[in-house]
């Protein structure tokens, strides 16, 4: 079965600081990994995902994540955060024996301090 | 691409209403989900269909929770009869095949008064 944590349901940085979101999974066989945003009032946007082909990915919005097997992480990070990344964030895992069934965790919410 | 369409947008009823969610995908997706988002539960996923096909509806919380999905083009979650736990957002979602990422509509907002 497939799980997946998020450290932290709430994260606040100053506008221009790092965002780091964290990310850990639990799969039986080699993921598929995804990190969703979602604004207030609307539904998930996909920010990124990996699949295997590189294990750090380039999102949209300046985010990117890295995969690293022997953690069994996929960490979020923005090297300087904007007023209108405040939102919340959600890390998300599928694979090939689950098809396309989505197992997400609890999400981050994002605070942007100007 | 008009994106995954649900209606309504916010629905307020009364404990034992019945209560019908709608949801059209985007054209030429073979997935199509069923989400739920509480403060205390998170998102859950409720159900979902592979090219019209229920697959795995083991998050469906009991019988008053049902969905079905017609044709390619549209599917409902009707809850019979309604309470005011199952106040939440309930989201459609909607995507291609081999773990392509999903696509959300904006939820609707169901309260149960």
């Known amino acids: 079965a497939q799980s997946v944590t998020q450290l932290g349901s709430h994260v606040s940085v100053s506008e221009g600081a790092l965002v780091l979101l964290r990310c850990n999974y639990s799969?039986?066989?080699?993921?598929?990994l995804f990190w969703y945003v979602q604004y207030p009032n609307q539904g998930l946007q996909l920010l990124l995902k990996y699949t295997s082909a590189a294990t750090l990915v380039k999102g949209i919005n300046g985010f990117e994540a890295e995969f690293k097997k022997s953690e069994t992480s996929f960490h979020l990070t923005k090297p300087s955060a904007h007023m209108s990344d405040a939102a919340e964030y959600f890390c998300?895992?599928?694979?090939?024996?689950?098809?396309?069934?989505?197992?997400f965790g609890g999400g981050t919410r994002v605070l942007v301090k100007p | 691409d008009a994106g995954v369409i649900q209606s309504p947008r916010h629905e307020v009823t009364e404990m034992g209403q019945e209560v019908t969610l709608r949801c059209k995908p985007i054209s030429g997706h073979d997935y199509l989900f069923w989400y739920r988002q509480t403060m205390m539960r998170g998102l859950e996923l409720l159900i979902y269909f592979n090219n019209n096909v229920p697959i795995d509806d083991s998050g469906m919380p009991e019988d008053r929770f049902s969905a079905k999905m017609p044709n390619a083009s549209f599917s409902t979650l009707k809850i019979q009869p309604s309470e005011p736990r199952d106040s939440a957002v309930y989201f459609c979602?909607?995507?291609?095949?081999?773990?392509?990422?999903?696509?959300f509509g904006n939820g609707t907002r169901l309260t149960v008064t």
């Open positions: 979602a909607s995507s291609l095949p081999y773990n392509s990422p999903l696509h």
């Open positions: 799969s039986s066989v080699p993921p598929y």
């Open positions: 998300a895992v599928s694979d090939q024996a689950a098809g396309n069934k989505l197992t």
